[in-house]
């Protein structure tokens, strides 16, 4: 027996219990109910798991052949947020070939932490290696470039007049190199190519020159008149540009960047709160306004038009370049269409075509704030498009429902207030739903990020700036609470 109480005025019985020990695997819950009415019990599969949560750490991304790669392992245990100590865990090391190069089995200290040295070959397997930190309840992997690598000679830049371009625009760009110590890379020569993505990388051309005496190579090129835009950039084309710089002595370094190619100088993105609108409820659409490279449009007008209504709208991003719509409902199907204008005459529009839920009844879930810390307080309402009801809400973290309460909706409102707690970290999935007379089920999900309480300052402080190789540094650690 785990647990046994009464059910409120709704219904509804919140059960709390620790899960029991035991080995894992299946297992079944059983909930029976004695009542006025009669009795009945029902029985649910569940699955009983260890979780831990492993994070392995290298001391750097990039190793050469002979060099040492250290690597440390911390283990936590989930349930109860306390270090894993006393079992062993094992490291592994797999080659660019899937070849496993090393293991290695190490107890976990008092304080879950684990660490090993594994010495790289002089000739071994190039290219991505696999790193590997195991226990029997958890995992996790790294992976870690092994190559041979010269340091450069000296630093490349390369720069572009704008931000983004516009198909049939001139690219304006430069190429600087500079010696570490400061002395420009005079008489270098210079090789530019220009490559986008249509189906493969397309070479579009290659610019040559050499840098002047102040280590500047300056380029024009006027882009083509038409480009294919990627779905995964949401339309965007892009612009790869290549740098090599050769200096007079041979040495060779490479700089890239890339820009992104347009039909229009302003970005919508709109995201509906719901796949499908819920019915009898004015529905939130999200509106994202940006320049091609990302950065918001802020305080900008936007026109919205819906089908099915004459009405024009009009709203304004916030400091974000975020701005909310909300679609009234009418008929199946309804297409919003936006429109966003700069105070520099640049405008760009966008549509989104939505259809409503097949439930006669409708019924949303929003919350106050979608990031919170560790003892803030999370705002929850319901909105229904049935004036009276019940409506229950799940917290769930990592498949685990952590807290479960039923509301009482009023004028097709409910609310609640919840404070986050530790056992909250991480991504919190928020369920409402309720049951219909005809027991079918309606239901909304939001998600929100809990993030750990900041009540720690920790400073770290080194004795001097700067070192010479093998001298030793000196770090001091302050640690302060809020007080």
């Keep these: 027996m785990l647990y046994t109480g009464a059910t409120n005025d709704a219904g509804t019985l919140d059960a709390h ?164 110590f400061g002395k420009p890379v005079a008489g270098g020569a210079v090789s530019v190519e220009v490559v986008t993505v249509d189906v493969g990388m397309t070479k579009l051309a290659e610019l040559t020159g050499t840098t002047d005496a102040h280590g500047t190579y300056k380029f024009d090129y006027a882009l083509p008149n038409a480009f294919y835009g990627q779905p995964f950039a949401q339309g965007k084309a892009t612009l790869d540009l290549h740098g090599i710089v050769m200096d007079t002595a041979e040495h060779r370094q490479d700089v890239n960047t890339t820009v992104p190619v347009v039909k229009e100088p302003v970005s919508l993105v709109l995201v509906p709160e719901n796949r499908q609108l819920a019915r009898g409820l004015r529905n939130r659409l999200y509106i994202s306004a940006a320049t091609p490279d990302g950065a918001p449009l802020k305080d900008t007008d936007l026109t919205v038009t819906s089908s099915g209504s004459t009405a024009v709208s009009h709203c304004r991003t916030d400091g974000f370049g975020l701005a909310i719509y909300e679609v009234a409902p009418s008929g199946w199907l309804v297409t919003v269409s936006v429109k966003a204008v700069t105070a520099d005459g640049h405008s760009g529009e966008a549509n989104i075509t939505l259809s409503y839920s097949d439930s006669k009844e409708g019924l949303l879930v929003r919350t106050d704030r979608s990031i919170l810390k560790v003892g803030e307080r999370l705002r929850i309402g319901a909105l229904s498009s049935a004036a009276q009801g019940t409506v229950y809400l799940d917290l769930i973290r990592n498949k685990q429902t952590i807290l479960t309460r039923s509301l009482t909706i009023s004028n097709g409102q409910a609310y609640t207030t919840l404070t986050v707690t530790p056992d909250m970290v991480g991504t919190l999935e928020v369920h409402a739903y309720k049951i219909l007379p005809n027991e079918d089920i309606i239901r909304d999900t939001q998600t929100i990020i809990a993030t750990p309480a900041d009540d720690l300052l920790i400073n770290v402080a080194a004795d001097k700036g700067q070192y010479r190789p093998g001298e030793d540094a000196m770090l001091t650690f302050s640690v302060t609470d809020q007080q």
């Design 17 to 180: 219990f620790t899960a029991p020990r035991g080995k894992p695997g299946p297992y079944q819950l059983t909930a029976r109910v004695n009542s006025s009415l009669g009795r009945d019990e029902i029985t649910q599969p569940i699955q009983l798991e260890e979780s831990v949560q492993v994070m392995l750490t290298a001391d750097k991304p990039l190793y050469q052949p002979g060099q040492i790669i250290h690597l440390r392992a911390l283990a936590l245990d989930m349930p109860t947020r306390a270090a894993v100590s006393g079992e062993t865990l094992t490291f592994e090391v797999e080659d660019a070939r899937a070849n496993k190069v090393f293991k290695q089995a190490m107890p976990l200290s008092t304080f879950g932490i684990a660490a090993v040295d594994f010495t790289l070959a002089d000739e071994v397997n190039m290219g991505t290696y696999t790193l590997r930190a195991l226990l029997p309840e958890g995992q996790t992997e790294k992976k870690v470039r092994v190559e041979r690598y010269v340091l450069p000679k000296f630093k490349t830049t390369l720069t572009t007049d704008k931000p983004y371009y516009m198909p049939g625009d001139i690219v304006k760009g430069s190429v600087q190199a500079d010696y570490f």
